[in-house]
């Protein structure tokens, strides 16, 4: 489902301070897959779940998703793809403080849907999945860290997406929470058979995968 | 989006208050100042489409107080052909009123005294026979006589019979008129001879010869004709009158946008510093809405309507303190300020349209950031 084909990535190319950030990464992940990706800070994991998120685009190599070379594609292409293929789950949340809970759900299709009353239903679904059914009206600083952390899954699964990216999401979380959080991203992926990418340092996250990748320096070394 | 745009303004509520209040402030500067130019205009073509015949002034004079001419000039002209009648006039300021006025009052500030000869006022068109509304015009043998206009009369509460006090002298009030223009209706009529007396206006000259032409069509040639014969004339025609002021109206106008636009742009920057903080502030929200599928424009849009929005609750507030404002002034100074649904309707533009122009770059900024710098940043 995701090919990355000889995949470089360097910030200010050819320049002094030049930093290869991915060296030569090739690697295929097939759709359902839960894959964690581990690694000490600055290895590149972000970078390449930027590059996989559609988020950032490689110096060299290639990125397709269902055959589509999305590497070469322009921003609303992108866009696109990251709204109907793609969903984020961040470490810092990365929610609107001034929507709530269902609001932020959303988001994404906020501007495209044609029938809100669907979208508003959908989102409400997504957020009983998750367990907070009881928290619709909610705005983010009025929920805990774990309950964000949910929102931003649900909002994640709004359009059914085909991938699941999650950067660090258990990073600001305390182990129990983050366990919790780790549970309902392997929920997502069983039950739904959505493809979960995890890039953290938690090595609980382990335990839920089904494929651990090393990175180091760059490079992929298990 | 709206909404999104709503709770992002009401949560830094004193910010956006105070935006909005630059374009209010300018709007309703804006409002004020162009609703007095209008109901200038208004005013002075009224009292324009009063106006008979041919006014011979002194060259170059803005208004026949400040003209002076040769009492000759008005005989050459009745000799002239083409000339039904001639009628000599000394005008004059009234310098007080039923005594000296206490602060500002628009009527004495308009107030012009005008000094006819009785015997002529039956043989001209006026303005001010025509619109006699009680009492009657000047007889010949009337000395200390006046017909006042309306609105002189309603301020000082008088009526035909009371007596009048114009610069220490006592006239009886023997007609009253209203023309309907509030520059005429404030004007009083009084005895050539004694406009003289209490001006000391010389016996030789004249402020203006209003001419009553034969045939109301030839005006136009007759007033070259008399310029052509006096060079140092200006004779107009009530036309001509028009189109000068109405020049010299629009230029007053020009300059009235122009001073109210340096106080809206000042209200426009206002915005543009609002929205660029705001955009700073949510550089991580806009990273991540990029992340989650909006394209650069849904990005743009969503900053752009926020300024949008500004502006125009700025300028629906901007336009309705311009209106209380100019209703105000109208209460001050009487009928002055006129808010016509033109003004109303550029000034709601212009206020829509600066909050856009402020939200322009903000919005473009927005627009162009990188999703993972955003998304990194930490303000």
Redesign the interface.
Known sequence: MIEVKHVWKKYNPGMKNEVVALKDISLNIERGEFVFISGPSGCGKSTLM?II?C??NPTRGEVYMDDVKVSSLN??EL??I???KIG?V?Q?F?L????NAM?NVM??M??VATNKEELRNQAKTLLEAVGLGHRLKHKPNQLSGGEQQRVTIA?AMLNDPEVILADEPTGELDSKTGEGILKLLKKVNKERGTTVVAVSHNMLTKKYCDRHLKLKDGKIVR | ?L??VF??M??RKLRTALATLGIVLGVTVLVSIVSISTGMTQQSLDALGKLQGIQVIKKGSMDPVMSSIPIEYADEIKSMTGVQAVSKQVWVWATSIEGPSEGFSLSSFFTAVLGVEPSEMGLIKSSYSASLIKGRQLEAGDRYVTVVGKDVADEHNKRVGSNIEINGVDFKIVGIFHAGSRFIDSQMVIPIDIAREISGFPNDRISMAQVEPENPEDAQKLARKIELRMDDVDAKTQQEFSEDIGELLGTMKTVQWLFSSIAAIVGGIGVMNTMIMSVMERT??F??????????R?VMKNVLLESIVIGTIGGVIGLLLGFIGSMAINTMIGGLAMVTVELAMESFIFAVALGALGGLYPAYRASKLN??EA?RYEG
């Open positions: 930027h998120g988020l950032d921003d609303g866009s696109k990251r709204r109907d984020f961040f810092a990365n609107i403080p001034s929507l609001e988001l994404p906020i501007l909002r | 989006m909404k999104i709770n992002n009401m949560r991580k929200e990273g991540m809405m990029k992340a989650v599928g909006w394209t650069n849904d999703p993972i998304l």
